[in-house]
């Protein structure tokens, strides 16, 4: 079965990044785009962009655009998602998701909570 | 940035009917680009509900349906049951914005 397996919880100071993984499982990882999403606690949901798992090629959110970058490992199955210059307006919970149907996400991973204090 | 705007909150007695509004505009509904239907439970990531309109994945119930007309689309939960207690989300592009975006998420509350 498809399968999203995310790492852990992190702490940040202000001003650092932070990289998230998402191990993808149970499909061929270079057949579909992963996108990310995070949600600060108590809020809505947030887009942050897309990575091709196939090419590499990669689209952000304007709202993050120059702060997140977006990789991929294929031979690990695994995609990355770095966010810099980190502030409080940071710390959310961040998921990783396969699209597909139509572009919607039908698969998603656990989420990663990133807190960022001092 | 939230161009997608959902009523905070909607209830409804259990086996009432209860519908969630996603309203955009000509740069995103409006513009023929598709619309998906997410409900979140406390704590869990979002779970596919809805996609391409009205269309529901396999194993969601058919007490859940989607609409969509003009620059606004809807969700409908009919024979309302405890466990549809949860926050629902819309989610759509945006070509002003050249990437998806969700709604502001309506919390289901049932009586």
């Known amino acids: 079965q498809v399968q999203f397996v995310q790492s852990g919880a992190e702490v940040k100071k202000p001003g650092a990044s932070v990289k998230v993984s998402c191990k993808a499982s149970?499909?061929?990882?270079?057949?579909?785009?992963i996108h990310w999403v995070r949600q600060a606690p108590g809020q809505r949901l947030e887009w942050l962009g897309w990575?091709?798992?196939?090419?590499?090629?990669?689209k952000y959110s304007q709202r993050f655009q120059g702060r997140v970058t977006l990789t991929r490992d294929t031979s690990a199955s695994t995609a990355y998602m770095e966010l810099s210059s980190l502030t409080s307006e940071d710390t959310a919970v961040y998921y990783c998701?396969?699209?597909?149907?139509?572009?919607?996400?039908?698969?998603w991973g656990q989420g990663t909570l990133v807190t960022v204090s001092s | 940035q939230s161009v997608l705007t959902q009523p905070p909150s909607v209830s409804g007695a259990p086996g009432q009917r209860v519908t969630i509004s996603c309203t955009g505009s000509?740069?995103?509904?409006?513009?023929?680009?598709?619309v998906h239907w997410y409900q979140q439970l406390p704590g869990t990531a979002p779970k596919l509900l809805i996609y391409?309109?009205?269309n529901r994945p396999s194993g969601v119930p058919d007490r859940f349906s989607g609409s969509k007309s003009g620059t606004s689309a809807s969700l409908a939960i009919t024979g309302l049951q405890a466990e549809d207690e949860a926050d629902y989300y819309c989610?759509?592009?945006?070509?002003?914005?050249?990437?998806?975006?969700f709604g502001t998420g309506t919390k289901v509350t049932v009586l």
């Open positions: 149970g499909y061929t990882f270079t057949s579909h785009t």
């Open positions: 990575i091709s798992a196939g090419n590499g090629h990669t």
């Open positions: 391409v309109n009205t």
């Open positions: 989610q759509s592009y945006d070509s002003s914005l050249s990437g998806y975006v």
């Open positions: 998701a396969r699209e597909s149907l139509g572009g919607s996400s039908i698969y």
């Open positions: 000509s740069s995103n509904i409006g513009a023929n680009y598709d």
